[in-house]
Structure formats: structure tokens, C-alpha cells
């Protein structure tokens, strides 16, 4: 190259995969994960005018021969709840945007909600609890004093329905046990994490069987829900575990185990894994070669950014999105393209 000679800089567009939980309307979410039917509406309505939105198949696909179109946008969901299938995806027929819904196989048709679902219900929406919990988790015990806050009217409950976990200040000691709890549940193994709210339970007086507003998919709704071919189904584990606290023979077990438990329901190949929680934090380098050697053609993780060619496709980010309407959808959609 010659001194003061242009060089012409090929750009090389990077695809967006979106990361939904859930559309519906609650009257309390503390964990941010769901988004309102006629948000998610606008949000298809965005995505339909301003971009080309594919299957995850599809994107892996046109990978593999080579390159995808400018302004590419993949929807996927996390988790299996019911309301997959009865808000989500009539509004994705009608829009005619594919998805992908990313399982947690040993909770389907599951009486029992997810557990950070069970701590909501108990925490934040019992009227009256004991003073004094006392938890055994793996040898250590854990005491958490609720003082005046054990007993709640029914018009404090709802003066506090709007916080969440990014909200700044706890508004009750209620809250601050209920957001201990989260970060101590969080890394145990399915077994532990089981043992620990079965314990929160009794000492609750609480029953485990779950709401309605929060259930997850049965059987027969999971195949309802890939009927048509506009929503395909991934892998989420068994358990919903942090993958990287596990050994590598449980990881495996959940990983494997995940991908044939879901194939032997809908009949067909479930090719696509994403990672529990999926921070950078919460798998490892031989978790993703767990999920290759399973035979899964990518994996999703739960980080800001774009997916172009040469990414390690068993790593692609994905962008967390929240009830914002269709005009701030828009916009933060046109700020991840640059433009």
C-alpha cells in the first residue's frame, strides 16, 4: 500500500438476537421478565418495519453458506412459561416473525412455579409469616429476621407491587430477604436449591403448588406451540442451573439430558442451547464443548452484543429486553445497529 492511498474498509453486519421471558401482564415482577402483550406487539410491528427478522435455524444455516442480510433480528424466550404459547405466539403468527423458545425441560407440565417465582409468591405477596427463618444450606445456617415486616396488610403489598430487583432501595425487610435469598439459591445444584425451598416452604405454612399467572408448558402445550412451524424449540437444561457451579459429569447429565428429554416430546431435532441465566460467569470453555459434543449448532448466552461471521457460535450474545414500548423499542433497536 502506498503512502496517502485509500483503503476501502468492508463492513461486516452483525445479527441482533433478542431475549424475551415472557408476554403478559403482572401485577408484580420483581425479576423484569415479562413484557406486556401490546408492548410485544409493537415491538413485532418494529421488527417487521425496520428489520428481517429470521429463525435461529435459519440464521445458523445461512452462517454455514456464507453470510446473512444486513439488519437480521432473531426472537428468542427463555424459560417455558405457558404464556408462550397463549400471548406470544398468536402475535408472532400475526406478524409472521419466527422464534425460537428456549425450554427448561424438567419443569415441563410442573405443578411447582420456577423457584425464584416461589420466593416472590412467598415474600412478597404472603400476608403473615413467622419472624424468624432459619435455612441449612449445604452445612451453613442462614437466619434471616423479617421483624415487623413478618406481618403485612393487604394495602402494603400493593403500595410495593411496582418494585424490582433494579430498583435502588429495598422497601421492606421483606425485600432485602427476598433479594438474599435470590443470590443464595442461585448457585446451588437443582437438589439443594429444591432441599432449600422445601425448608422456606414448611416454615412458611405454604403450599408448593403454583399459580396459574406463572405455570410453565405442559406436554401437550409445548407441541401446540411448535405446531405450524413458526416457533421452533431449543434446550434450557433440566434444572436451570448455573452450569459452571456444577461438575462436569452433572453438567453433562443436564445438558445431554435436556436436549433428549425435548426431542422425545416434539418428535424432531432440538439443534439450539442456550445457557441458564447465561452471564460469561455462569458457563464455562468446557460447558460450550458439553453443548457441541451433545450436537447442538449453537448456544446462546445472555450478554450485550451482536453475532457476526467468525463468532463462536457456542457463545453468541443475545439482548435482554424489557416492557418498553414500541417507540423506545425502536430506538434502542436502532442504537444496537450504530445508526
Known amino acids: 500500500m502506498r503512502l496517502g492511498e485509500r483503503v476501502k474498509i468492508r463492513f461486516i453486519p452483525g445479527a441482533i438476537i433478542l431475549l424475551y421471558h415472557r408476554v403478559t401482564n403482572l401485577s408484580s415482577d420483581p425479576q423484569l421478565l415479562a413484557v406486556a402483550p401490546r408492548h410485544f406487539e409493537e415491538h413485532l410491528e418494529v421488527l417487521r418495519r425496520e428489520s428481517h427478522p429470521i429463525s435461529l435455524g435459519s440464521f445458523v444455516e445461512k452462517l454455514h453458506n456464507g453470510g446473512f ?9 427463555d424459560d417455558g412459561y405457558a404464556d408462550n404459547l397463549y400471548n406470544a405466539k398468536p402475535l408472532l403468527e ?39 427463618l432459619s435455612l441449612r444450606v ?28 433494579e430498583s435502588g432501595k429495598e422497601p421492606s425487610e421483606r425485600h432485602v430477604v427476598y433479594r438474599s435469598l435470590i443470590k443464595l439459591l442461585r448457585p446451588l445444584s437443582a437438589e439443594a436449591r429444591c432441599e432449600a425451598l422445601d425448608q422456606i416452604l414448611g416454615w412458611a405454612r405454604g403450599g408448593s403448588e403454583g399459580r396459574a399467572t406463572h405455570r410453565t408448558l405442559t406436554a401437550e402445550e409445548l407441541l401446540r406451540l411448535v405446531d405450524g412451524g413458526l416457533i421452533d424449540v431449543g434446550a434450557h437444561g433440566i434444572s436451570h442451573s448455573v452450569l459452571a457451579m456444577l461438575t462436569q459429569q452433572e453438567q453433562k447429565a443436564d445438558i445431554f439430558g435436556s436436549k433428549i428429554s425435548l426431542e ?23 460447558t460450550a464443548a ?6 447442538f449448532k449453537s448456544a446462546c ?8 461471521n467468525g463468532r463462536n457460535r457456542y457463545e453468541w450474545p443475545r439482548i435482554l429486553v424489557r416492557d418498553w ?4 423499542f425502536g430506538r434502542r433497536l436502532r442504537r444496537w445497529w450504530g445508526g
Open 69 to 77: 442480510s444486513a439488519r437480521t433480528v432473531i426472537v428468542t424466550m
Open 94 to 132: 400475526r406478524f409472521n416473525v419466527p422464534a425460537t423458545v428456549f425450554v427448561t425441560a424438567g419443569s415441563i407440565g410442573s405443578r411447582r412455579e420456577f423457584w425464584w417465582d416461589e420466593l416472590e409468591r412467598i415474600f412478597l405477596h404472603s400476608r403473615d409469616l413467622p419472624g424468624m
Open 138 to 165: 449445604d452445612g451453613f445456617e442462614h437466619r434471616y429476621d423479617l421483624g415487623t415486616a413478618a406481618s403485612c396488610l393487604p394495602d402494603q403489598l400493593k403500595r410495593h407491587a411496582q418494585w424490582n430487583v
Open 264 to 286: 422425545g416430546i416434539v418428535g424432531s431435532k432440538v439443534d439450539q442451547f442456550a445457557y441458564p441465566f447465561g452471564s460469561p460467569d455462569d458457563y464455562t470453555k468446557a
Open 290 to 295: 458439553l453443548v457441541q459434543d451433545a450436537g
Open 301 to 308: 448466552a445472555n450478554y450485550l452484543g451482536l453475532v457476526w
Open 325 to 328: 414500548d414500541g417507540e423506545e
